[in-house]
């Protein structure tokens, strides 16, 4: 489960790491074109990554459109968390995942 999960974090952050600042016009263009029919909400997880990125940098580059980047990252967001939870239960990981987790929050871990 760690492993998956370093493997994903590394995956965006080499994306990461090839940063291209947009414009306020690419920033306009692309939060109207990804907001149209939740489009965001259907991609794949390094789009959502990407395009969540994107976003988060517009809201520095175009102040006053912020809250329209805000709400394109919420959908990247929503979508990340679609593909990590379908991979975690596709692959059965989901009681790993619970008690990985609990033991992370300091709760004891029982066992039904």
Not at 10 to 20: I, K
Not at 101 to 110: F, I, M, R, S
Request: with cysteine; glycine share 4%.
């Amino acid at each position: 489960m760690k492993t998956v999960l370093a493997v994903l974090i590394l995956s965006a952050a080499a994306n990461a790491q090839r940063v291209v600042v947009p414009t306020v016009e690419q920033c306009r263009a692309d939060q109207k074109v990804w907001s149209v029919g939740k489009d965001t909400l259907h991609r794949p997880f390094r789009d959502a990554v990407k395009r969540g990125a994107e976003m988060s940098m517009c809201r520095t580059v175009d102040p006053p459109n912020a809250s329209l980047y805000t709400a394109v990252i919420e959908d990247c967001d929503i979508n990340r968390e679609k593909h990590l939870v379908n991979f975690v239960q596709r692959h059965g990981m989901v009681e790993e995942f619970n008690k990985e987790t609990a033991v992370e929050a300091g709760l004891t871990v029982t066992e039904n």
